[in-house]
């Protein structure tokens, strides 16, 4: 397994997180500090993992939005008290499982 890979699992591995808070619902999500802390962690992350994927990579899934994950681990970790967290809400309840669909359709092709 190359680096890119490994990065890409380790995204994978955070939007399981993420789907773990999901699934408890947003009015618990709106109700613990400590899941929004979890939360802008998980954004976190996964932002830095994708900053250090190759070009290739990130060229060869295209329709993923690395530049606006990026800038969202960005906000997360120098504009941290200005997240909007109905936006944070909407990225783990919506946009983080297109993330992983399509990280798992290229994986499929670059893994076996």
């Given amino acids: 397994m190359n680096d890119d890979q490994r990065r890409l699992h380790d995204i994978l591995a955070a939007i399981g997180d993420a789907e773990l808070i999901v699934h408890r619902g947003h009015a618990a999500f709106d109700a613990d500090p400590l899941t929004v802390r979890a939360a802008k962690n998980i954004v976190t992350e996964i932002g830095e993992a994708t900053k250090a994927l190759s070009t290739a990579t990130t060229s060869a899934i295209a329709d993923v939005p690395w530049r606006a994950i990026a800038g969202m681990r960005d906000r997360t970790i ?35």
């Fill in 78 to 112: 120098h504009r941290y008290p200005e997240v909007d967290l109905d936006v944070l809400w909407d990225t783990l309840e919506h946009d983080l499982p297109d993330v992983a669909l399509r990280i798992r359709e290229y994986l499929g092709t670059t893994d076996g």
